[in-house]
């Protein structure tokens, strides 16, 4: 039990970060972060535009159609196996309705299971999606028939750990808190040789970020993949790793804030390394496919195609389809990317090629 954890259940957030911090000492940006996200969460809608943030399935329902029939598509040539359809953060469940209803059209009407904390989004995605089963975690999802995963900036909001680069080496930073100010500091130093030499070479003032957590639930994932058969679609804002360079950020009513003001409040994130996660898959035995741009992932889907179709169903609506299609492949396009992990002996996904 942390320090945190022993603070009075009562008082906020930012007092008891800060009672924590006081008889503490320092915290690191994963604990800071852990904290503020579970609150966050927990406690509102984010989404919308009520809300900090939008994400792409609330930009058209072209987006969890595509992702329905991807999954559609590859059950179909996996030999349509008997399956549990999972979604990691499914937001208000219109991925999920969207994709549903895709897959439906398709043959494919698979349980569904959600992994989500959060009270307010389970009853959100109640009012969507009937007959769900929801999961605080992946280690209760079924065991006994292949699982099809989809993560939409689900690891984003994951803690990140942060190393800064000072003339004396890599130190972690932390957190730490001065008359109810938080702030980061750099703190104990990092054990010379633990970093790859491009990394370690980096000029001060440097940071690098990464993400134990996000490595654990990839792990676990890709373990039940490879034991029970199926495949995984992660699509978030990413990069491909190694790389130096601070991403972590707050989001409040759609304007960055500081991350370091009134914790639990906003969105925190932090851009996901792609490379990591499918080192961290194959580790376990998955096949890795990507990274590729959000952009060619849905134009190999048929993205522009459901538009035309959409927009000639809809006239009065066309010219919202074709910016919606734009913003899923254009100004989102390149920011978002996305990888695929298989089992063993699972056909290889469309839009990997």
């Known amino acids: 039990m942390t320090t945190l954890d022993r603070a009075p259940t009562d008082a906020p957030l930012p007092d008891r970060l800060a009672r924590a911090i006081t008889l503490a000492g320092p915290i690191s940006i994963a604990q800071y972060m852990a904290a503020a996200n579970g609150h966050y969460y927990a406690t509102r809608d984010p989404l919308g535009a009520g809300g900090d943030f939008v994400t792409s399935p609330e930009i058209s329902q072209m987006f969890g159609e595509l992702i329905g029939l991807w999954c559609a598509d590859l059950w179909d040539r996996a030999g349509r196996p008997a399956l549990a359809w999972v979604e990691l953060g499914p937001g208000r469940g219109t991925l999920a309705s969207d994709a549903l209803r895709a897959m439906g059209k398709a043959g ?10 959060s009270p307010v989004l389970r009853a959100a995605q109640a009012e969507r999606v009937a007959g769900a089963t929801w999961h605080d975690s ?41 008359d109810t100010l938080f702030l980061p500091i750099a703190g104990k130093p990092v054990p010379a040789g633990l970093l790859p030499p491009s990394i370690e ?25 490879v034991a029970q058969g199926g495949a995984a679609l992660v699509i978030d804002y990413g990069y491909e790793g190694p790389a130096v360079g601070e991403t972590l950020q707050a989001m409040r009513a759609h ?12 969105d925190l994130t932090a851009h996901v390394d792609m490379t990591t996660l499918l080192a961290s898959a194959m580790a376990e035995g998955a096949r890795p496919l990507g ?9 190999g889907l048929g993205i522009v195609a459901r538009a035309a179709t959409l927009a000639a169903a ?21 920011l978002f990317l996305a990888i695929a992990i298989t089992a063993p002996g699972w056909p290889e996904p469309e839009g990997f090629a």
């Open 138 to 178: 992946i280690d209760t999802l079924p065991t006994d028939r292949p699982l099809i995963v989809v993560a939409n900036e689900f690891f984003d909001a994951l803690p990140i750990r942060q190393l800064l680069k000072t003339a004396g080496g890599w130190h972690e930073r932390l957190v730490a808190c001065q």
């Open 255 to 266: 304007a960055f804030a500081n991350p370091f003001e009134h914790p639990g409040e906003h």
């Open 201 to 225: 070479e980096a000029p001060p003032g440097s940071i690098l970020e990464t993400s134990p957590a996000s490595v654990a639930v990839m792990r676990a994932l890709a373990g039940r993949i």
């Open 314 to 334: 809809v006239p009065a609506r066309a010219a919202q389809i074709v910016a919606d299609r734009d913003r899923l492949i254009e100004t989102m396009g390149a």
């Open 108 to 117: 494919l009407t698979p349980d569904v299971h959600f992994v989500e904390n």
């Open 291 to 299: 990274p590729t741009p959000q952009r060619e992932l849905l134009t």
